[in-house]
């Protein structure tokens, strides 16, 4: 199994080099366009065609720490160090090809990321959230640095809690998104894993080792803490910096992470209408609201 493993690996380095042609901006343009249409429904159904049982899923509403996790764990899992073409094809997207995706889990199972909502399609899957406020910052300074969207921030956060078309993908609101896979048919069951970002930012080891045993793969903790180590928003900035992929042409791909990045950066006001429309998906997973947070700093103070 690893020799197979490892031959389909090295056949994924060769060819991967700089001459692969990337898409032209007109093109990214207009295939975001297509994506905004009702004809996004076929081609979604498209993407989820030859999916099998085996296969699991890292599924989380875009910038919740996806590439992140998939690079520790392709690491941890493969022993090969995780760079973005080895990873995206070894380890692919539903948007991307799988015709080379490893059969590394379980009956033959993959490992594919998705960033849409819950699909029938989707027996197995880890899904990871993060703060809201933190991705509306994190997803407005990507798709305006890409020259995606040309609106202003309060009209983005309004797309995105408003609106189907809430990001070039459309992957509709954050609060949504999120109750289709929290009332899922896999959720709570031994199908479903929920973690979130914040909580494997500040102590990764135990979360990683979480998905680890999961996906019923066996692998030494020191392996797990290595690939950890090897994929810091540094180390992976400097991959990105190697190996620049569509996004990288204008903006960048690997941002901060930032945890509570929201609280210097949002005004009162935003995060009200904000907490207005996500609130009560906030805190059923554990996102304090702007109030709560006010509360325990003046609490601390009086404390002091």
Known sequence: MHEQQNSVIDKADVGTGDKRKKPSSVYRKVRRKFAKTRLRVALTWLRHRGLGPADVFIAAYPKSGTNWSRFVLFEALTGKPAGFRLTNTLMPGIIDSQSQALRFLPGGGRLISTHEDYQKQYCKAIYLTRDPRDIVLSEYAFYTALDYYHGTLDQFIDSFLLTKNCSVYSYGPWQRHLSTWLESPIAGTDNMLVLRFEDLRKDPAPGF?????????????????????????????????????????????????????????????????????AGEAMTRMGYPLLSELNQETAESRFAG
């Open 209 to 277: 080792a979480q998905m680890v045993k999961f996906l019923g793969v066996e692998v030494d903790r020191d392996k797990i803490i290595r690939a950890i180590e090897n994929n810091t928003v540094q180390k992976m900035r400097e991959k990105e910096d190697k190996e620049p992929v569509r996004a990288s042409i204008r903006g960048r791909l690997v941002r901060q992470g930032a945890v509570r990045g929201w609280l210097s950066k949002l005004t009162p006001e935003q995060v009200h209408r904000i907490e207005k429309h």
